[in-house]
């Protein structure tokens, strides 16, 4: 198999052909955020002079004479069948083992794309669908070391876990949990049949979201975005929950690569159209107060008719509450929408994820989250894509373990688990490789 570098332009035409679903970690879009700050190539396995499989490799410095590379999220073929034939897979992996070494790199680290088997909301795996470790056990046999099959939060690789909900019916089945082509028409789910799934709090605050004043902005990255809000919310939510928001120029950088497949979404709380909204809501309740004053007078003994009253001044007194909160609002702000939550999402032709979010903890009560993902999962649904990916989890479901609320948050918009074979590990450097690979994943391999 002849094995050469391929262009954006190259690699983006293999996609288009192959027709493949693919990890936004596999785009050209990813590999073009990467380029300004990173030594990233895409590496392409030719067939009578055909592109089979393509990958992309990132190399980064070690032990400073060397390199180690990576690549996110494992190989691309041409077609389904080609991600299951050992014979042209070690060609092309020894092809591209070759090159690795001659730029000096110790090790090359895969971390794959397939799905290992499949699971349900609660984390419990499905049986009968689908089980991959025979495809790991083929990769081993491809000169790979494999990674234990980890959960929690590692920093050092990317999620394991994640939660998505399936936007077509039989997902599992069809894809056996490899990338299918998209050439394909499935049936897709309704938003109503979607939402039957998620628990009933839920549903209850996506009904709230839909309020009138509550807004949401959907921005492309190539609608020159400003993050400066969803920066300031995504540092709302690292301080209460303790985690690193990571790069803003990255954040930034990503978003215009992926340009009208990238997206902010910031959803607002729109503070005049809330005050006429309570203000009018005010005058309903006095007239409905009024009235049942009424109907008290002629049937005094009547206790239904008291607590209907009674029930109307409770609601009179939290509108009035709720009026005076909205004023302190006001008089701390000094726009006419406070961002409430923000998220940022890349789309791939198979589908949509939510990469990362923030949102204000002190007004949680007005549904920010719930605003921004209605608007994209009805999105993710009018492109017809496959799946709406909220990304990573820790893969610990019991209350007490790490991560925990990650994954019940996500469980009850409806999402399932996901869970992929892992990391695969190939040494290249036969005298150093070893001593560098037990430097950075110490203990996080299999015996």
Known sequence: MNIKSLSIKDYQSFLNEAGASYNFMQSPEFVMSYQEREDVQIYGGLEDGKVIYAVIVIFRPALKFFS???????????????????????EFVEGVSKILKSKKSLVWLVES????????????????????????????????????????????????????IDLQKGLPSLSQGFPICLKNDYEMFTWEELIKEMSGNTRRSFQKADLPYLEYKITRGDQDPDLKEFDELLEMSA???????????????????????????????????????????????????????????????SKKKRNQLLEIQEQINHNQKELNYLNELKSSVEKNKIPLAGGVFYETPGEMV?????????????????????????????????RYNFWGISGNFKPDEQGYGVFYFKKNLGATVGEYCGEFIKVLNPVFGPYYLKKIRAGKIEE
């Open 68 to 90: 180690y590379a990576s690549s996110p999220r494992e190989w691309i073929s041409l077609t389904p069948e080609l991600m299951q034939n050992e014979k042209l897979l070690k």
């Open 354 to 386: 939510y990469l990362s979010g923030g949102s204000r903890p002190d007004l949680a009560k007005y549904m920010g989250p719930y605003v921004i993902q209605k608007a994209m999962i009805h999105m993710a649904l009018e492109h017809n894509l496959r």
């Open 239 to 301: 301080e209460k929950h303790n985690f690193e928001t990571g790069s803003e120029k990255n954040r930034l950088e990503m978003l215009k690569s992926f340009g009208p497949h990238g997206y902010l979404c910031v959803s607002y709380l729109n503070i005049s159209s809330y005050e006429y909204f309570l203000k009018t809501r005010d005058l309903e309740l006095i007239n409905k107060e009024k009235e049942a004053l009424e109907v008290c007078e002629k049937m005094p003994n």
């Open 113 to 164: 794309n397939v799905e290992y088997q499949p699971r349900d909301k609660n984390g419990e795996p499905v049986k009968g669908i689908f089980f991959n470790e025979p495809y790991r056990q083929m990769i081993k046999n491809l000169g790979f070391i494999l990674s234990s099959l980890w959960r929690g939060y590692d920093e050092a690789r990317q999620s394991r876990w994640v939660s998505w």
